[in-house]
């Protein structure tokens, strides 16, 4: 019978995932406890209130949420209903199975609607909704976005739709929860045995340890691992390219002060938007066999506190093309890497101002370069170059004269040559006042002044 009983349940979630109709947070409602039970497709279960009026802080007290994947959940729920004196729970119709399906809850019990994913759409294009907002869709549009039950919803098909974290302090300001900050609001969910809290479009593991800057604004916590992180506060993040989230590794989350993501790890890769284009950024594992720190054989990404990319690897070959470069990244591997990759550095803007691991040429005085294959090429800033290896001879001046240098060459901020390999014999005004020889393959370095070190 009960094998029999799981069928017919499953079956009936099957044909109502096939309408796909509106979805929902579906939660069993007992004078003692409230069990909130996940998405839930269809429409036949839907009108029901509270029978008790509890305050949001004792719902809290008494919800108990579980994670597992879908098959097992159901599955649980199947068990969670049979554990009860009433065994009519389900009652199929196996003469008929066209008619509707009714679910009954156990004795004095009630099934309830929280709230529908289509109103979490639009209080979130429409905050002035949120005051027209009846209580119960108040609560329900709190407990929706708390447990964050899009962690495996997404695969299915099933909405992607969240209050996040940056509208917290509009919510928290709402009389009916009672002026909680960010940190009794996750105590208040440790207690319910919620496990999971979305600030800022990264799900938080609650079960780890978090640091604050205050009450309000987590600095760093640990995410879900594989859990769904969708992009979309980010400035620098490219809808167009097709991907709409990555999962994270269970890695620190760093954040700033304004709440912005500031340095994660994830899987596979992620479309990012740069002044030079669209850039794929990867945090591989154990990049750099022999890496010193862990920073660099675990690699991050890390963000600007206004959404754009600050430095990041990329391990796919890209192309960068300006006025003043020609360069392709990730041609050949490094010395140490387990792939082909290049690091890249930025702006606030988005303007590239390192490139690791790369090769093609550079614009100096006119002339178009060869730089050297996997050596990294900096600027300062857009247009002011920093460091870089040249595979042919260039004329740059020094100390007024125009002067053949080649290999590694590094400029000051405001252009001057600083160091450089000499490619002729010449004598340079020294520091102490006289003057010193270089030879043709030499090191030359100068100081502020412009005179040889």
């Known amino acids: 019978m009960k094998a029999l009983l799981y069928i017919f349940f499953i079956s009936f979630l099957s044909t109502q995932a096939k ?21 839930f497709e269809g429409e036949e279960l839907r009108g029901y209130q509270y029978q008790k009026d509890l305050s949001l802080q004792e719902k809290l007290n008494i919800v108990r949420v579980r994670m597992p994947d879908r098959s097992r959940l159901f599955s649980q729920y199947l068990l969670d209903y049979q554990s009860y004196e009433t065994q009519d729970t389900l009652i199929p119709d196996p003469e008929n199975r066209h008619e509707e399906w009714v679910i009954r809850p156990p004795e004095n019990c009630k099934f309830s609607i929280l709230l529908q994913s289509d109103l979490i759409s639009k209080i ?10 009846s209580r119960y869709e108040r609560e329900g549009v709190f407990f929706n976005w708390a447990i964050a039950k899009e962690i495996f919803a997404t695969p299915q098909g099933l909405p992607h739709s969240t209050l996040y974290i940056r509208a917290l302090n509009s919510i928290l300001l709402q009389p009916e929860f009672n002026l909680l900050s960010l940190k009794e609001l996750i105590q208040t969910l440790k207690v319910a045995h919620l496990t999971s809290l979305r600030v800022q479009t990264v799900l938080v593991d609650l079960s780890k340890k978090i640091q604050f800057y205050n009450d309000n604004i987590i600095q760093e916590a640990f995410p879900i691992t594989l859990s769904s992180w969708p992009p979309i506060h980010l400035a620098a993040f490219d809808e167009s390219e097709g991907l709409t989230q990555v999962l994270l590794k269970k890695d620190t989350v ?46 991050r990404i890390y963000f600007y506190s206004n959404g754009f ?15 003043e470069l020609k360069v392709l990244t990730a041609q050949h591997k ?30 100096i005085n006119e002339g178009w370069y060869n730089i050297a294959k996997n050596i990294h090429v900096s600027w300062h800033r857009p247009g002011q170059l920093k460091e870089l290896v040249v595979t042919e001879p260039v004329y740059l001046k020094a100390q007024g004269q125009n002067i053949l240098w080649k290999g590694f060459l590094s400029f000051n901020t405001d252009g001057a040559l600083n160091c450089g390999f000499i490619a002729q014999n010449y004598r340079f005004q020294s520091r102490n006042g006289s003057t010193k020889s270089a030879r043709n393959g030499e090191q030359v370095c100068f100081d502020d002044n412009g005179l040889m070190l």
């Open 334 to 363: 490094g010395r140490f890497e387990n792939f082909d990759n290049s690091h890249l550095y930025f702006t606030e803007d988005g303007s590239l101002v390192t490139i690791g691991n790369s090769s093609g040429q550079i614009k």
């Open 19 to 39: 309408a796909q109709t509106k979805y929902s947070v579906f939660a069993l409602v007992c004078p003692d406890r409230i069990r909130l039970l996940d998405y």
């Open 124 to 133: 979130w294009r429409n905050k002035d909704l949120w005051q027209k907002l």
């Open 254 to 299: 760093y954040f700033y002060e304004n709440g912005q993501v500031k340095s994660l790890r994830f899987q596979d890769s992620l479309p990012l938007k740069t002044i030079g284009g669209v850039v794929y950024f990867s945090t591989p594992d154990h990049f750099k066999q022999w890496a010193p720190t862990e920073e660099e054989k675990f690699p």
């Open 309 to 323: 990319v600050k430095d990041g690897i990329t391990i796919e070959p890209r192309s960068f093309e300006t006025n």
